[in-house]
């Protein structure tokens, strides 16, 4: 029965808000940063990470069309699809 409802929700698991909040502690955004979540599911997750910080640049990449279109709301580039399909150029814009 699980592997089933892991297939309904095509693999999504939303980051638990502890984690969450662990991590956007650890985050000092500036002016003209970009983050990249590649798998975002709604983009509520990236979206707290940036914190309403309207000078952070954001890309998403999901596979479910629902949640691809509910992140186009919240994250400022979305692309559907598999993160494995996805071409990131120049190759070095994102680092480690």
């Known amino acids: 029965m699980a592997r089933l409802e892991a297939r309904k929700k095509m693999g999504f698991y939303p980051t638990p808000e502890e984690t969450l909040l662990m ?7 500036t002016k003209g940063a970009t983050l990249l979540d590649p798998c975002c599911g709604d983009g509520s997750a990236l979206f707290s990470a940036t ?9 998403g990449v999901e596979l479910d069309t629902e949640r691809t279109s509910i992140a186009c709301q919240r994250l400022t580039n979305v692309i559907s699809g598999s993160i494995y399909d996805t ?9 480690r």
Do not use: A
């Open 23 to 29: 991590i956007c502690r650890k985050l000092h955004l």
């Open 87 to 95: 071409r990131i150029r120049p190759l070095e814009c994102f680092s």
């Open 51 to 59: 914190n309403g910080y309207t000078e952070v640049c954001t890309y």
